[in-house]
């Protein structure tokens, strides 16, 4: 009978030490998988160093965790079948031709070969951690949350809105200082410091804009729809600002450098609506240009999340004016999908990239035209408020939800493009 080993994380440990450094170095997507504190019981870590960004950002050590790797990772050969001397390994370890096997020399497992879990044990921990339930969409894996250190060593603040009235340091609102009402259209307005990380982005071509986030001092995002075709060179990013119609103590407008649309965007299709803006300068941080906080996968939202959605959209009184702020209920996406689909839409399933917000049509709470690149921001177990989604679209209180893309499947992206 021929042994197949089940790959874990134990497995790694078993035979890291024998493999080649060309092995370590050179087989397999580097990228692939993600960076976590901590890899599940189905899954290899992996390629540590590729996930140096989150280190540097979140401040504390990451892994790349994968569910698969090459064969040859594991110094084995892709056969048709495995000899005497070899073990055949489960089929975590990939071959490119359909119907070969991984086989790696037996002496290479070494004397802790006991330890590798079983077929039935991988099976059992793969199915324990799945869940189709939206709190566990949101939730950490993790029991206890880090302390962070490096974001606001190298950010000065992250997610935090500022209250004015100190000089000596700042003091951060623990709450926006604002009675929120049923919608942006129509909603309630914010204080100039309410969210610092709120920018427009305008058009020398025409007289539109969308919204965007700063998350850095000198890194937007936004939806791709809105820079999408647009020259460069035709865009500007206005910071600080409050009221579209008056200027605004420290308001600035800053060229951008460049902008990077993740792959798979098109237009009139929803999903992989997420772009990325540098900008020709650093801006200096103040009380009403700070950035939000990218979502933290080792740091959970809030019971129950208090959310909140900002944006310089139509209203009932026109465009332009105040930014104006309201409460956003998150809405699982078999709920979200369900109504959709009962809108006339026909069977709905939503890209994996995109989260929906609430909008009942007795209280909506809705975006309108110009709330594109709206942020939809959270606050998490450590009071910040964590940038959760994009707006990318909208129905101007027809009571469909909104749809958001979700930042979480473009931190990797978004890290990169900022130390870049």
């Known amino acids: 009978m021929q042994v197949v080993i089940v790959l874990t994380l134990l497995t790694i440990t078993v035979i890291s030490g024998q493999q080649s450094f060309f092995n370590v170095l050179q087989c397999g997507n580097l990228n692939s998988g993600l960076c976590r504190l901590q890899c599940q019981s189905n899954e290899l870590s992996v390629y540590p160093y590729t996930c140096s960004l989150y280190t540097q950002y979140f401040g504390y050590e990451y892994q790349r965790c994968v569910t698969s790797m090459p064969c040859c990772y594991y ?85 935090s809105a500022v209250t004015q009235g100190s000089t000596n340091a700042r003091r951060f609102s623990q709450q926006p200082p604002f009675s929120p009402r049923p919608r942006i259209i129509g909603g309630t307005v914010t204080q100039p410091t309410d969210w610092p990380w709120m920018v427009r982005i305008t058009y020398t071509t025409s007289i539109g804009f969308c919204a965007g986030v700063l998350v850095d001092n000198d890194t937007v995002v936004t939806a791709a729809h809105c820079v999408a075709g647009i020259d460069k060179e035709s865009m500007q990013v206005i910071l600080g600002d409050h009221d579209v119609s008056t200027f605004d103590p420290d308001e600035e407008v800053v060229d951008v ?27 200096t941080f103040t009380d009403r240009k700070l950035p939000a906080c990218l979502p933290d996968p080792a740091i959970p939202l809030a019971s129950p999340p208090s959310c909140y959605i900002a944006g310089w959209g139509v209203s009932e009184q026109g465009i332009g004016g105040p930014l104006r702020a309201a409460n956003a209920q998150l809405l699982n996406r078999t709920a979200c999908e369900d ?24 209280s909506p709470t809705d975006g309108c035209l110009f709330d594109d690149g709206d942020m939809l921001v959270c606050k998490d177990v450590q009071n910040r408020w964590s940038l959760i989604g994009i707006m990318s679209e909208y ?15 473009y931190t990797d992206i978004t890290l990169n493009r900022m130390f870049a």
């Open 339 to 362: 109504r959709l689909s009962l809108a006339g839409q026909g069977p709905v399933t939503l890209p994996l990239d995109m989260v929906c917000t609430a909008n009942p049509r007795e």
């Open 395 to 409: 129905s101007c209180g027809s009571a469909l939800p909104i749809l958001f893309t979700d930042v979480r499947n």
């Open 75 to 159: 110094s084995g050969s892709c056969q048709r079948t495995c000899n005497g001397n070899q073990v055949q390994l489960s089929p975590a370890a990939t071959c490119t031709n359909a119907g070969d096997v991984c086989c790696m020399q037996s002496s290479l497992l070494g004397a802790t070969q006991s330890n590798i879990p079983t077929a039935a044990t991988a099976t059992t921990a793969s199915s324990s951690s799945s869940s189709s339930s939206w709190s566990s969409v949101w939730s950490s894996p993790y029991t206890s949350a880090p302390t962070l250190t490096s974001v606001s060593a190298r950010q000065g603040v992250c997610g």
């Open 257 to 283: 450098a460049s902008y990077y649309i993740v792959s798979g965007f098109l237009r009139r299709r929803r999903g992989d609506d997420f772009a990325i803006l540098k900008l020709a300068r650093n801006v």
